[in-house]
């Protein structure tokens, strides 16, 4: 039986990394065999990829050309990584995939959805994930949460205007598609946030 495919999403300092792990361990307390994987990256050339779109000196690169290279490394990621692990049964756990690019690219720079769409059609053949939980939070708690790095990535360089586009791109996604998204509100504390998700895992994992 094909595995299933969750992906994790939200803006910067929803507390992404520390609920990741605790997903992790909570599916595989339930017995599911996990691979944990993120994007952009999750094989070599997709890592190299992340690279180019990360790196802040790279601030030639047009909008276009970042939803193209978010799209290759996705391509490359699921060739290698999450169509194979989900033909084994294997569940695929992803931090972030195709949702984010609605999000920062289609909410954040403005591309058209429909041009997106004409990418995850053609990338995606169709798979999508299964389940996806949002994790929510207002843009200012997220950014103060989050903390300024000492060189922020070419993302993280943005105005609060580009993440509050990208939090609202993100709940758009989440109403066009109830049936797999569920939305974690993050600007709880720590417990309360891991409280919910197993709430939301238990659940889901019943219903299926
Ligand atoms: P991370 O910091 O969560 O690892 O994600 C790296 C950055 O990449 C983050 O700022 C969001 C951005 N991103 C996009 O802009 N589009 C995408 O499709 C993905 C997957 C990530």
Request: charged fraction near 30%; aromatic fraction near 8%; glycine fraction near 8%.
């Amino acid at each position: 039986m094909r595995g299933c495919f969750i992906t994790v999403e939200g803006v910067e300092g929803a507390g992404k990394s520390s609920n990741l792990d605790f997903i992790h361990h909570y599916l595989e307390r339930c017995g599911k065999r996990l691979v944990l994987t993120r994007e952009p990256g999750g094989t070599s050339l997709s890592e190299a990829i992340r690279a180019l779109l990360l790196d802040h000196r790279n601030n030639e690169i047009t909008d276009d050309t970042e939803l193209l290279l978010m799209f290759a490394a996705r391509a490359q990621h699921l060739a290698e990584v999450i169509r194979p692990a989900l033909e084994q049964g294997k569940w695929v756990l992803c931090d972030r995939f195709t949702d984010a690019t609605y999000a920062y690219q289609g909410g954040g720079r403005g591309i058209a959805k429909e041009r997106i769409a004409t990418l995850e059609q053609w990338v995606q053949q169709g798979l999508k994930p299964d389940l996806t939980l949002l994790l929510d939070i207002p843009v200012q708690q997220g950014l103060e949460r989050a903390g300024l790095r000492s060189t922020p990535d070419r993302f993280e360089r943005e105005q609060i205007a580009f993440f509050e586009r990208v939090r609202a791109a993100y709940l758009e996604q989440a109403r066009r598609y109830p049936e797999r998204y569920r939305v974690i509100d993050a600007s709880q504390s720590l417990d309360r946030v891991q409280q919910s998700l197993a709430e939301v895992l238990t659940e889901w994992l019943v219903q299926r």
